[in-house]
């Protein structure tokens, strides 16, 4: 099941590769502009893809730079080099957060050996600490609305109180 699902994924790539070889081609006798939009475009694939196969990419950079064949107009123009531009920087600051993040997460996990290697660590039962402070925190919130449940009646109680007294003494000795 694993190998055909392998072998779907490499036979689209294949597919995938062979309509973007074929695009360049076409570009190349028509004579349009050549840029990674364009290209991808033509080639139905996402630009992406371009960028994943560097070798698909070199050809499309070097399919930009043929000589200019007589009546062609060569130019690649500035707004498409700044989008392939904008898109390496964008790829280049994903990359780079991913490693800061590995980093980061290697380092966590390499402390916490040590840590707890050196004997200086929190105990290793930490989650039946964990369970008990989670009882106790319970424990007090049941306690505290207790508390301000009893506090109520004793309030009621009094205010009831109150009013005995004072209808006790406006009715004045009987």
Request: net charge positive.
């Amino acid at each position: 099941m694993n190998s055909t699902m392998i072998d779907g994924r490499r036979a689209d790539s294949a597919r995938r590769r062979e309509r973007v070889l074929k695009a360049i081609d076409a570009v190349l006798r028509t004579g349009e502009d050549i840029t990674v939009s364009s290209l991808a475009r033509a080639a139905r694939v996402d630009r992406t893809f371009l960028y994943r196969h560097r070798d698909l990419l070199e050809r499309v950079h070097a399919a930009a730079n043929t000589p200019v064949e007589e009546g062609r107009i060569a130019a690649v123009s500035r707004a498409s080099l700044q989008t392939d531009l904008a898109n390496a920087l964008e790829c280049n600051k994903r990359l780079a957060a991913r490693v800061r993040q590995l980093e980061n997460r290697l380092s966590s996990q390499l402390g916490d050996r040590v840590w707890a290697e050196s004997g200086l660590g929190a105990p290793a039962d930490i989650d039946q600490l964990q369970r008990r402070i989670t009882l106790l925190e319970q424990d007090l919130v049941d306690t505290k609305g207790k508390v301000d449940e009893r506090t109520e009646e004793l309030e009621a109680a009094r205010a009831a109180n109150r009013e005995l007294t004072r209808a006790l003494n406006s009715s004045g000795p009987g």
